[in-house]
């Protein structure tokens, strides 16, 4: 049986001084299937679909197209909301994918 989790993560996005733009904390709602994290190809799946959604909250939602180092920030809040949310849900399988795609974005 699947427990389907919803989850609303309050995220901080990095603040660059030079960004009017940028913005400071936002929240989300991404809804997972909770006995998927029991397994490793399950938590990768997890991951990739968090990752997806909140480079869709980073890039649309916060930041304007026309401003020159939004490319970067976009990139950089995901990391750091990626982090976050992945921290919140604090599951073995979920913190060794996490791990696995940092090492590949280093």
């Not at 989790?5 to 030079?18: D, F, G, L, N, S």
């Not at 709602?29 to 997890?46: C, K, M, N, P």
């Given at each position: ?20 733009h940028a ?32 480079e ?7 930041f ?8 970067k920030i ?5 990391v ?5 949310v992945v921290?919140?849900?604090n ?8 791990e696995q795609?940092?090492?590949k974005?280093?």
């Open positions: 049986m699947s427990i389907i989790k919803p989850v609303t993560v309050a995220a901080a996005a990095m603040a660059i001084a030079a960004s009017a913005a400071g904390e936002f929240a989300f709602d991404y809804t997972y299937d909770a006995t998927a994290l029991s397994s490793e190809a399950g938590a990768i799946g997890v991951l990739e679909g968090l990752e997806g959604r909140i869709e909250e980073c890039q649309f939602s916060r304007t197209e026309r401003f020159t180092f939004a490319r976009t990139k950089t809040c995901v750091e909301t990626l982090e976050r921290e919140d849900i599951a073995p399988h979920l913190n060794a994918a996490f795609w940092q090492e974005r280093t």
